[in-house]
């Protein structure tokens, strides 16, 4: 009898757990590829958006690996520190160098549909939102490892 108790916890704790991290998660955002805009017009126009470029751990753009370009108003990507406001030109062009290899434009939905902007990244990373509330989603990203 003592095994199927054991079992039985253990059963219980695993369900416990994905249900904590279920209701943690909440709703997730839509990620889904567009036509338009192309990626050459969003990089023309970067300046129209709160464009951040997530570069490697020490913050160099050169070593980019996406591009968000989120729309101004009231709405709000939350993003982890590693994300770097485009202040200029030269940054902008730097950290759209990595995009040979890219995703195609991908946009980011919130309730109900709503856009937020536009994510380019690395094919091989994964990216996944959130939906915080109505004008706040948080965007996760996972550099996959590169190399040989």
């Known amino acids: 009898m003592r095994p199927c108790m054991r079992l039985l916890f253990r059963l219980l704790m695993v ?7 279920a209701g943690c998660t909440g709703p997730q955002a839509k990620i889904r590829k567009v036509d338009l ?11 129209n958006y709160n464009t951040y470029c997530l570069g490697s ?3 160099n753009v050169d ?12 709405k709000t990507i939350q993003r982890d520190d590693t994300w770097r ?9 730097g ?20 856009i937020f ?6 094919f091989d990373d994964q990216i996944w939102a959130s939906i915080i509330d109505p004008k706040t989603i948080r965007l996760f990203y996972h550099v996959h490892p590169k190399g040989p």
Do not use: H
């Not at 902007?117 to 690395?122: A, D, E, K, L, P």
């Open 15 to 21: 369900l416990a757990s994905l249900f904590i991290v």
């Open 37 to 47: 805009p192309k990626e050459k017009e969003l990089r023309a126009n970067w300046k």
């Open 57 to 59: 751990r020490d913050g």
């Open 63 to 74: 070593l980019a690996y996406a591009m968000l370009f989120q729309l101004k108003g009231d």
């Open 85 to 93: 406001e485009v202040t200029s030109d030269e940054m902008a062009s």
């Open 95 to 114: 950290c759209a160098s990595f995009l040979i290899d890219s995703s195609p434009v991908m946009q980011l939905l919130g309730e109900n549909e709503e």
């Open 117 to 122: 902007g536009y994510v380019i990244y690395n």
